[in-house]
């Protein structure tokens, strides 16, 4: 038997308890995960980060969707690439600045990047404006994927952007 899922002021009403995922919210509704589960010092550029996992909310596994907030200052993440995901975002509000291994691109409302697996490519959004930047980001989910970080003591082998951290040498952060 299908029900009717009713969003409110950002609140769900009207899902049995049975359900555990609806069908259709309002992205505001779901809350943001901050910062980033990188060690110190790494974290600390991306502090301020701000996700909306709307992919999570559905339930979603084959792919990640995410609204995302950058304050002033703050960067998307440190500049990194994967070898089985792919990614891609499409700035909504603000203008960051896309840094890849080219050099820096600005970007603006209704402009998108995408990067697909297996290209060493690092990059990264970092907002240099007064306003904040957001955009929709969007992932596959590949638990085989490695996680490249070239401009620093960091890399992920083989379990996907979850984590676990290592050194470049493969010794885990503590």
Known sequence: MAHDIVVRKGTLVGAPMSETKPTAIVAAAVPPRRGSGYPNPFSVPCA???KHALGDAFGLTDFGVNVVILPPGAWSSQRHWHSAEDELVYILDGCPTLVT??????????????????????????????????Y?????????DDVDYPDID????????????????GRPYA
């Open 48 to 50: 301020d980060r701000q």
């Open 101 to 134: 291994d080219e050099g820096r691109t600005p970007l603006e409302p209704g402009m998108c990047a995408g990067f697909p697996a297996g290209e060493a490519n690092g990059h990264h959004l970092v907002n240099e404006t007064e306003q904040s930047v957001t």
């Open 136 to 144: 929709l980001e969007v992932g596959s989910r590949r638990a085989d």
């Open 154 to 169: 960091m890399q992920i082998r083989g379990r996907g952007a979850g984590g676990p951290f290592s050194h470049k040498d």
